[in-house]
């Protein structure tokens, strides 16, 4: 089927757009054909003809039998019905099927689309259907029906499209029939009321065709944004439609480029296809509001076909070798498809004459893909099928998107708060890809934070994140992730009882990850009362000090190390007088130490005393850490293990999930210094304990 514009509301002329290929169905003459009915019962009806031509040019070893049973039975059943458009009803299921047909679909998809209307709007029931053409076209016909109430009755919307998914997602060819039927009523709107378009239209634009995309069925959602388009914006959609028109009457640059990538080609031995693929009037719309003025090449594309995936490769060899390639728009979903399978390479080159062409390279499979998506896979139930071995896809009909969105509408009780979390989600018209560190990706909507990676990665056990690496270095939660990012999330020990923060809904972009924390948080109110409640900086009462175990060249002077480094056997030391016959004791790393030597003040020769002679050593420590619950609670316990007294202790109110901890603690030997340390360090959500390095006001 045509991807490209044509809208029944503008009258004839508005096809001339349209990709050549396949007449439409003449549904007058089908309507015909329909009330005549057949000849033979072994024969097959006219009026569905043309449909099986098409359907035997996917699966040549077809058997037709069953089409030709449900059209007897659609036929008959609908006889007597016309359509507003003054049609036999039966034109409607045959077009839609033809629809299906064009993109690929299998016999039992055919099969079930022919009688989607019969069960809702004849006196046949889905026992019937069940005991002629079995269970599996009874269960396509059944969630068909379910879903003709989605777009109509606005207070059982939320509700209805939940069911819907809940069909889509058991078996999503009930989705592929649902947006056929969908474009051939859009096809056919012009016979009712401006208001009943734009209402019909409405859900189209925000629900059906954002749907198409995620399920990757492009030749459908391009032809319904025309048809939207047409409906909600006319003004809009006359300028575009004059603007494709005139450009009609003169040459087309991309006639001429597309000669010069053949004749590349050729040379270079690779079989290749080349195609113009003009735009939809909605792509040249946002081309025109992009771009401003739009040139000839502006108004479509050059497809390359080829048989294999490392000949894409070649041919962008090719064709940036010999063309100046425009490097902003290259795009390879080859390596890292789409998230509704879309596979392809995206590029641009300029001729010497500066004409700029784009150009899509694609093999012949992934062209079908592109084109119908789920669509092409055929019956991925057929025990014949291979079992698939991404993760994240493991039944092929039901992208990451799609199995993600079943997952979160089964927690989210409540139908409104799901609806305007679907509706928001659909809304994103960018994902990228984020790379896990074992080899995994995840896909995520264009702006999502390292949040959202953790609740796609890891679901509900996602509470306990206490931070996260990107690209090898350390992130806050909050960090928005680009395209191609490695994402390493950090969970705390399950035993921790870590939740999240209030502050991750503010980070959170997809519905899975807020669905989730506002679940949490629900379940545990006095966990989001002492989250509101103001967080102090906590201090414990500090103990003064004893003696350091250290020589000093100046006789009878009283020695006291510098609370800024808190030196410890066996660091470098050196010191400073200052006032009262006093030397204060820093490590020479120590900032203290130049400002000192700076200010003209001269430094005196200082060691520690014989090893034997070492007394008790006081030391401060800096802990960088994720905030979670009992953070505090197990770092005392570390310390308290290694023998540390806790002198004072320090805790800043966390800022972008992260603590930092400052303990001064005295230690029975300094030579257990780098054991505490390490011991610190093994505490879940610490990242990094360290000794201080600013200078203080005690050594002045």
Not at 117 to 134: K, S, Y
Not at 620 to 637: C, K, N, Q, V, Y
Request: charged content about 25%.
């Amino acid at each position: 089927m045509s991807a490209e514009a044509s809208n029944p509301l503008m009258g004839p002329s508005s096809g001339a757009h349209r990709k050549r290929g396949r007449p439409r169905l003449d549904l007058r003459r089908l309507g015909r054909a329909a009330l005549l009915g057949s000849a033979s019962r072994d024969r097959l009806p006219d009026a569905i003809g043309h449909m099986v031509e098409v359907h035997r040019a996917h699966y040549p070893d077809a058997d037709m039998e069953a089409l030709r049973r449900a059209y007897v039975l659609a036929e008959s059943s609908h006889r007597g019905q016309m359509r507003k458009s003054g049609e036999p009803y039966i034109t409607h299921p045959l077009a839609v099927t033809l629809i299906l047909a064009e993109l690929g679909a299998e016999t039992t998809t055919l099969t079930a689309s022919l009688l989607h209307d019969t069960v809702e709007d004849t006196e046949v029931t889905l026992d019937q259907v069940r005991e002629e053409f079995g269970e599996e076209v009874c269960y396509l016909v059944d969630g068909v029906t379910k879903l003709e109430k989605v777009d109509y009755g606005a207070a059982a919307e939320p509700e209805t499209f939940r069911k819907m998914l809940v069909a889509t997602g058991n078996d999503v060819r009930v989705m592929s029939i649902k947006l056929a039927d969908r474009l051939h009523n859009m096809r056919t709107l012009g016979v009712m009321r401006p208001e009943k378009q734009a209402r019909i239209a409405k859900v189209t634009r925000d629900v059906l065709i954002p749907l198409a995309e995620r399920l990757g069925v492009q030749a459908l959602k391009t032809e319904l944004e025309d048809l939207v388009f047409a409906i909600l914006h006319r003004e809009e959609y006359e300028t575009t439609r004059a603007l494709v028109a005139e450009n009609a009457l003169g040459s087309n640059p991309l006639a001429d480029i597309a000669e010069d990538f053949r004749a590349v080609f050729r040379e270079a031995g690779i079989a290749a296809e080349v195609h113009i693929r003009p735009r939809h009037f909605v792509s040249v719309h946002r081309a025109g509001i992009k771009r401003g003025r739009l040139r000839g090449a502006d108004f479509g594309r050059l497809l390359v076909l080829v048989g294999e995936d490392a000949d894409c490769y070649g041919v962008l060899g090719e064709l940036h070798t010999c063309f100046t390639p425009v490097i902003s728009e290259f795009k390879d979903f080859i390596a890292a498809p789409k998230f509704n399978l879309y596979q392809s390479l995206h590029t641009a080159v300029a001729r010497q004459d500066g004409e700029v062409a784009e150009v899509l390279i694609r093999t012949h499979q992934m062209h079908k893909v592109a084109e119908a998506g789920v669509v092409a896979l055929g019956n991925p139930y057929d025990s014949g099928s291979e079992e698939p071995v991404d993760g994240e896809r493991a039944d092929p009909t039901r992208p990451g998107w799609l199995s993600r969105l079943l997952d979160w509408q089964r927690a989210t009780p409540d139908s409104d708060t799901f609806w305007s979390s679907l509706r928001e989600e659909l809304s994103q018209d960018r994902e990228i890809t984020v790379y896990r560190t074992d080899g995994g990706t995840l896909g995520l909507p264009a702006g999502a934070s390292c949040v959202d990676a953790a609740y796609a990665q890891y679901g509900e056990d996602a509470h306990a994140c206490i931070g996260a690496r990107v690209n090898g270095r350390l992130a806050t939660l909050s960090t928005v992730l680009r395209d191609g990012d490695t994402v390493h999330v950090l969970l705390a020990p399950l035993e921790t009882g870590s939740g999240p923060a209030p502050d991750w809904l503010d980070h959170a972009k997809t519905p899975a990850a807020r669905i989730a924390i506002g679940r949490w948080f629900a379940a545990h109110p006095e966990e989001a009362e002492e989250a509101d409640a103001p967080r102090p900086q906590l201090t414990v009462a500090t103990v003064r000090p004893g003696a350091a175990n250290v020589v000093v060249d100046l006789e009878g002077a009283t020695v006291r190390l510098a609370g800024c480094c808190t030196p410890v056997p066996p660091d470098e030391v050196t010191g400073f007088a200052v006032r009262g016959g006093v030397v204060t004791v820093h490590r020479l790393e120590c900032p203290a130490v130049e400002r000192m030597a700076t200010a003209g003040r001269p430094a005196l020769g200082v060691r520690w005393a014989d090893q034997e002679e070492t007394a008790e050593c006081r030391v401060t420590l800096i802990a960088e850490s994720f905030g979670r619950p009992h953070l505090l609670a197990d770092l005392t316990e570390a310390i308290a293990m290694e023998g540390a007294a806790i002198v004072s202790a320090t805790v800043e109110p966390p800022t972008e999930g992260r603590v930092r901890h400052t303990y001064t603690l005295q230690l029975p030997d300094s030579g257990g210094l780098h054991t505490l340390m390490r011991a610190m360090r093994k505490v879940a959500g610490v990242y990094d304990v360290s000794r201080p390095q600013h200078s203080a006001a005690a050594t002045q």
